[in-house]
């Protein structure tokens, strides 16, 4: 009998919907109990305290990629899991992981001992993926996981949606399959991972992504900034400063907005009370980034 405690592994480019899958995820009745490693490039995580109401346990390791740290902060949260408790366990890296070195990092910690890897889950975002399929790094990516989850198709025509898949399906992914907002069918998951066997074959490709990406966290508590504004900010910082990802909360009056931003789209949504007035901003000249910055594109002061 395998009393071994399930985990899954969730990666994807940055702004792709791994948050929103870990979301829903974990409100399945599979993953009733489940546990939460949350991984930020970023020193603060702005995800945190959204998934922290809906799982009594959320781990946060920020500042740095999981699998190109020592990865002795991850294990010792797995081990201290698995001390608390039998429920599964869903490790979500940060936008520029590696899978396969993520995996390593658990081989090097026995952590298969107590482990069962049930899934390895890659995301991504079908509103960014090139028509002629992935890039190169996205492709290593995605080639390395059991299953291929396509989110905000919603944002594609039907023809596009369908090229798409069936491109991605050229490049030789074999389970790819459909996910609205974080939501598709679990019976499309297999039980049983095979990305060790995957590993054994294949060496890991060099992170080049951390090293030449940066990141600020911007306070802008007490900045009113509307939806339209935002907006213009984004693509006036992602032009100047090479972004890559921003997202967090602003205030505009009374209501809080929401934001998730890539290069290609932006997405403000109403957000919570209880979100931290910050925006984390990604890329190669993010950490030029400060509060200063964001008041002079927003119009608050003016040089």
């Not at 995301?123 to 890039?135: K, N, P, Q, S, T």
Request: charged share 25%.
């Amino acid at each position: 009998m395998n009393d071994k405690i399930a985990l899954y592994l969730v990666n994807g480019a940055l702004g792709a919907g791994k948050t929103t899958l870990v979301d829903f995820l974990v409100q399945q009745p599979e993953f009733t109990g489940a546990r939460v490693i949350e991984n930020e490039f970023a020193s603060e995580s702005i995800d945190s305290c959204t998934l922290a109401q809906r799982v009594d346990e959320v781990a946060t390791i920020t500042g740095e990629c999981i699998c190109c740290s020592s990865g002795e902060e991850l294990i010792d949260i797995l081990h201290d899991f698995a001390i608390s408790g039998r429920a599964p366990v869903i490790i979500e890296s940060t936008g520029v992981a590696n899978t396969l070195r993520v995996v390593e990092k658990l081989l090097a910690g026995d952590i298969f001992e107590q482990y069962d890897l049930k899934q390895s889950l890659y995301v991504v975002d079908g509103a960014e993926a090139r028509v002629d399929g992935l890039a190169e790094t996205l492709l290593a990516e995605a080639q390395a996981a059991d299953t291929v989850l396509i989110s905000k198709l919603d944002l594609l025509a039907e023809n596009d949606r369908q090229q798409l898949i069936e491109t991605l399906l050229q490049q030789g992914l074999t389970n790819v399959v459909n996910m609205d907002h974080g939501k598709f069918d679990l019976a499309q998951l297999d039980d049983k991972s095979q990305t060790l066997d995957y590993l054994l074959l294949h060496e890991p490709a060099e992170n080049a992504a951390e090293n030449t990406l940066s990141y600020s966290v911007v306070d802008v508590a007490g900045l009113a900034i509307s939806a339209g504004k935002i907006e213009k900010i984004w693509v006036s910082l992602r032009d100047k400063y090479a972004l890559r990802r921003m997202k967090g909360a602003v205030a505009d009056g009374d209501e809080i907005l929401h934001i998730e931003a890539t290069p290609q789209q932006i997405r403000v949504t109403r957000g919570t009370t209880d979100e931290p007035l910050k925006l984390v901003v990604i890329g190669e000249r993010a950490r030029e980034i400060t509060r200063a910055v964001i008041m002079k594109e927003s119009g608050w002061w003016k040089v």
